[in-house]
Each structure stands twice: as structure tokens, then as C-alpha cells.
């Protein structure tokens, strides 16, 4: 599976992001997505998650209410749609896949086989 994440950028607070990744490689569909983010200096934290049916959708806390996670099993692709950005969701966002996941494991990077490149997301106070 390759992944191509895209849409970072430089934003101020309270401003609004939309990321992407497209996958390939095998058949999208079987696969849970996650989005994963790491700020200079901490490691790396989990933001939020799809099963691969479409049906569930995973947030950590700190981005509950404010991002979004959609999939697209016939373009092959995730979005992330961030609102009301804040200075501390600035990091290096990574879109990851895995199959097989279950609810009490797919906040965890490690389970994840498959990564993008990342992408950065920069947000000015």
C-alpha cells in the first residue's frame, strides 16, 4: 500500500485545513485509516481514525468537535477537514493503514503497517 498525504499548510488560528491521503496498492475498501501527528520535540500521537466499513469514526479528545475524518472508498482516498485550528495542532500530520483493526487498538500508531510521507500543518497564533 502507498500512501500520499496532502493539504498541509500555514494557517492562522481559527482557521480551517483540509488534508488528504491517497492509497493504493490493494483494495482500499479492507482498510482502517488513521491520521497521526508529531510536534517537534513529543512523540507521536494519534488524531483520529476510520474503520474500514466507513461506519466508525475515532477523534482524540483534543480534536473532538473540531476535525473531521471522511473516506471515499471509491476514489481511494481520506480527508481530514480541521476547523478552528489552534497554535498547538501545529506537527507533521501522517495519514496510516492497517487491515484488521479493532475499536481498542486503532489509536495506536503501532499497529498501523502501512504510512505516508507526512505532511506539515502550521498554525500562527
Known amino acids: 500500500v502507498q500512501l500520499q498525504a496532502s493539504g498541509g499548510g500555514l494557517v492562522q488560528a481559527g482557521g480551517s485545513l483540509r488534508l488528504s491521503c491517497a492509497a493504493s496498492?490493494?483494495?482500499?475498501?479492507?482498510?482502517?485509516m488513521g491520521w497521526f501527528r508529531q510536534a517537534p520535540g513529543k512523540e507521536r500521537e494519534f488524531v483520529a481514525a476510520i474503520k474500514s466499513n466507513g461506519g466508525s469514526e475515532f477523534y482524540a479528545d483534543s480534536v473532538k468537535g473540531r476535525f473531521t475524518m471522511s473516506r471515499d472508498n471509491v476514489k481511494n482516498t481520506v480527508n481530514l477537514q480541521m476547523n478552528s485550528l489552534k497554535p498547538e495542532d501545529t506537527a507533521v500530520y501522517y495519514c496510516a493503514a492497517s487491515s484488521g483493526l479493532i475499536n481498542s487498538s486503532i489509536r495506536r500508531s503501532d499497529q498501523y503497517y502501512y504510512w505516508g510521507q507526512g505532511t506539515q500543518v502550521t498554525v500562527s497564533s
Open positions: 496498492g490493494r483494495t482500499f475498501r479492507t482498510l482502517s
